[in-house]
């Protein structure tokens, strides 16, 4: 199916053969390569849709962002020409992974179009009413992953000013959160300031001062901390605020099952200051208190909130040594259970598994592996070969049916596919895919991972 990207066409899809559209005419292909398929998103500044590249033999799809302006003064219009090409040319030179890489930029037909990889997978605000208020350790993950986006844009002087759930996304393969919305935000500040008065973002997440039309480094850091209190709370950053009292009341509405402690709460109280000279005044400032938290975690928080030391595996990890830290995993697995250390893990245990322990387990596993390795990157693949047993072990790199005789197969390395460690070799069970069913069941249960629907029966 093709979709005509004319706002005025009364009939927009067409056959996906189509040249033309058959209601008003237009030329469906964009710059004769970009084929729109459907409409994935409206905005106030115009729409997104899911696209195809036709330039290409394998056809790979992508996004396109629509952006309308109803202008009739040749001024401004010119300066928004000029804007738009400036802001297009600065994404250009954004290249992270986590920021969806910048394909085109082009004017047809008096509107401009910006084409960007398409990212495939789940915003916060979606995973947010789909699976409830996120858990401490989703936030930790959230802040280390946004921060280092930030602190990558704006050591390039380039300001998100619209960070919230919406614009935030995980991507369905390798579970990595992706900031998106970097060409409608920028380019819609740039070329709005023109009139004055007139304020950018989303009211309920920007800062004090971008209100007043002044967008600093720490206001991206702000909107990040309302990000974060939102998804911990489901609560509108509106009804979050005192403004009797001119203070943020957001622990007073955490659901009585999901405690932050005292340490997430600070950091989050740094980030949400009104005044700017009382806010974290950079990202890298806040990764500095970050980077201190693993150590600090693994003293109090865990020792207080799970049955086994981690410490071991922290530094194991912290080190690059992931044999023995895969080891070390099955131990502390073991002994979570109260079973002998080396004993095999079967697909009924997993369910005993406290939530605390797996949290930590993985958590250590994820953060040092830069999200490369950790049970729930591997449940996540799973997820995504639909359950299929053979196609995982083929993609992760595990030998499909003997674990033991493929322990010389395994590669304790970051060259290694993603998914790969921990490994299997402590499951038992003549059906190891059940395991993996068990395991993504009680991940989900544990709040580390979104509720999935899984079968439980090999394919």
Same mark, same amino acid.
């Given at each position: 199916?093709?979709?005509?990207?004319?706002?005025?066409?009364?009939?927009?899809?067409?056959?996906?053969?189509?040249?033309?559209?058959?209601?008003?005419?237009?030329?469906?292909?964009?710059?004769?390569?970009?084929?729109?398929?459907?409409?994935?998103?409206?905005?106030?500044?115009?729409?997104?849709?899911?696209?195809?590249?036709?330039?290409?033999?394998?056809?790979?799809?992508?996004?396109?962002?629509?952006?309308?302006?109803?202008?009739?003064?040749?001024?401004?219009?010119?300066?928004?020409?000029?804007l738009f090409h400036q802001e297009a040319l600065r994404l250009n030179e954004l290249e992270h992974p986590q920021i969806p890489k910048l394909l085109a930029h082009f004017e047809q037909n008096q509107k401009f179009y910006i084409v960007e990889e398409l990212v495939d997978g789940k915003t916060l605000a979606q995973e947010l009413q789909q699976q409830g208020v996120f858990k401490e350790p989703q936030i930790w993950e959230i802040l280390k992953s946004l921060l280092l986006v930030l602190q990558f844009i704006h050591s390039r002087q380039v300001i998100h000013r619209d960070i919230k759930p919406e614009n935030i996304m995980r991507r369905s393969i390798r579970g990595d959160l992706v900031l998106i919305d970097f060409g409608v935000a920028k380019?819609?500040?740039?070329?709005?300031?023109?009139?004055?008065?007139?304020?950018?973002?989303?009211?309920?997440?920007? *800062?004090?001062?971008?209100? #007043? &039309?002044?967008?600093?480094?720490? !206001? =991206? %850091?702000?909107?990040?901390?309302?990000?974060?209190?939102?998804?911990?709370?489901?609560?509108?950053?509106?009804?979050?605020?005192?403004?009797?009292?001119?203070?943020?009341?957001?622990?007073?509405?955490?659901?009585?099952?999901?405690?932050?402690?005292?340490?997430?709460?600070?950091?989050?109280?740094?980030?949400?200051?009104?005044?700017?000279?009382?806010?974290?005044?950079?990202?890298?400032?806040?990764?500095?208190?970050?980077?201190?938290?693993?150590?600090?975690?693994?003293?109090?928080?865990?020792?207080?909130?799970?049955?086994?030391?981690?410490?071991?595996?922290?530094?194991?990890?912290?080190?690059?040594?992931?044999?023995?830290?895969?080891?070390?995993?099955?131990?502390?697995?073991?002994? *979570?259970?109260?079973?002998? #250390? &080396?004993?095999?893990?079967?697909? !009924? =245990? %997993?369910?005993?598994?406290?939530?605390?322990?797996?949290?930590?387990?993985?958590?250590?596993?994820?953060?040092?592996?830069?999200?490369?390795?950790?049970?729930?990157?591997?449940?996540?693949?799973?997820?995504?070969?639909?359950?299929?047993?053979?196609?995982?072990?083929?993609?992760?790199?595990?030998?499909?049916?003997?674990?033991?005789?493929?322990?010389?197969?395994?590669?304790?390395?970051?060259?290694?596919?993603?998914?790969?460690?921990?490994?299997?070799?402590?499951?038992?069970?003549?059906?190891?895919?059940?395991?993996?069913?068990?395991?993504?069941?009680?991940?989900?249960?544990?709040?580390?991972?979104?509720?999935?629907?899984?079968?439980?029966?090999?394919?």
């Amino acid at each position: 199916m093709s979709y005509c990207t004319n706002i005025d066409c009364l009939r927009p899809q067409n056959s996906d053969s189509s040249r033309f559209c058959n209601s008003c005419g237009q030329e469906l292909l964009l710059k004769q390569r970009y084929r729109a398929l459907a409409v994935i998103g409206r905005g106030g500044f115009g729409r997104t849709f899911l696209a195809i590249d036709e330039h290409l033999p394998d056809r790979p799809k992508c996004a396109i962002k629509q952006l309308c302006f109803q202008e009739q003064n040749p001024e401004i219009w010119e300066k928004a020409v000029n804007l738009f090409h400036q802001e297009a040319l600065r994404l250009n030179e954004l290249e992270h992974p986590q920021i969806p890489k910048l394909l085109a930029h082009f004017e047809q037909n008096q509107k401009f179009y910006i084409v960007e990889e398409l990212v495939d997978g789940k915003t916060l605000a979606q995973e947010l009413q789909q699976q409830g208020v996120f858990k401490e350790p989703q936030i930790w993950e959230i802040l280390k992953s946004l921060l280092l986006v930030l602190q990558f844009i704006h050591s390039r002087q380039v300001i998100h000013r619209d960070i919230k759930p919406e614009n935030i996304m995980r991507r369905s393969i390798r579970g990595d959160l992706v900031l998106i919305d970097f060409g409608v935000a920028k380019f819609a500040t740039n070329t709005r300031q023109l009139r004055t008065g007139t304020i950018v973002g989303s009211p309920e997440y920007i *800062a004090p001062e971008q209100m #007043r &039309g002044k967008a600093l480094p720490a !206001s =991206d %850091i702000y909107s990040l901390g309302v990000t974060c209190i939102y998804l911990l709370t489901a609560v509108s950053p509106f009804d979050l605020f005192d403004v009797g009292n001119d203070r943020w009341v957001w622990q007073e509405h955490l659901p009585t099952n999901n405690t932050v402690s005292d340490r997430l709460c600070k950091i989050l109280d740094k980030l949400l200051q009104n005044a700017v000279s009382q806010r974290f005044q950079s990202a890298t400032e806040v990764l500095q208190i970050l980077e201190q938290q693993p150590n600090k975690l693994l003293n109090t928080k865990y020792q207080a909130l799970t049955t086994i030391d981690c410490k071991h595996l922290h530094d194991l990890l912290a080190k690059g040594k992931w044999q023995l830290a895969d080891r070390e995993t099955w131990d502390l697995m073991c002994e *979570a259970l109260a079973k002998p #250390r &080396g004993s095999y893990i079967f697909s !009924s =245990d %997993i369910d005993k598994f406290p939530c605390q322990d797996l949290q930590t387990i993985n958590h250590l596993w994820v953060s040092y592996s830069h999200k490369h390795f950790g049970f729930s990157v591997q449940t996540l693949i799973y997820k995504n070969v639909n359950e299929d047993y053979g196609l995982f072990c083929n993609q992760v790199g595990w030998h499909i049916y003997n674990y033991s005789s493929a322990k010389s197969e395994l590669n304790f390395s970051l060259k290694a596919p993603i998914g790969h460690l921990p490994s299997p070799l402590w499951v038992g069970g003549f059906q190891p895919w059940r395991y993996l069913n068990a395991l993504a069941v009680k991940l989900a249960a544990c709040g580390i991972i979104p509720p999935l629907s899984l079968s439980g029966v090999s394919k």
